[in-house]
């Protein structure tokens, strides 16, 4: 079974991938999980090297292409897995 993310729309999510890891190379964008800089020259195996998160999940039903990406550590995408960002409401 091929994944998702070689079917259809598999050229777009790169294309929206490569032009998000340029945008934080040139702006300096933080991680979106840890707030931290992302060094987009490490190496993709790297824990600290650059992804680009879904902010819903493609496991739980977001669509591949049809999402903002957001730039983040491996480690950190790694660590958020399939859930949503949480708002803690009331917190000081």
């Avoid at 190379?25 to 992302?38: N, S, V, Y």
């Avoid at 490490?42 to 493609?58: C, E, I, N, R, Y």
Wanted: a positive charge; glycine letters at 8%.
């Amino acid at each position: 079974m091929a994944s998702i993310r070689d079917g259809k729309g598999h050229r777009a999510y790169r294309r929206k991938q490569e032009q998000l890891k340029r945008r934080t190379a040139r702006e300096g964008l933080p991680c979106t999980w840890c707030g931290d800089q992302i060094d987009t020259k490490l190496p993709s195996t790297h824990p600290l090297s650059f992804t680009a998160d879904h902010p819903q999940a493609v496991a739980t039903g977001g669509h591949l292409v049809r999402q903002e990406l957001e730039p983040q550590h491996r480690r950190c995408n790694a660590a958020k897995g399939d859930r949503a960002a949480v708002e803690i409401w009331g917190a000081s």
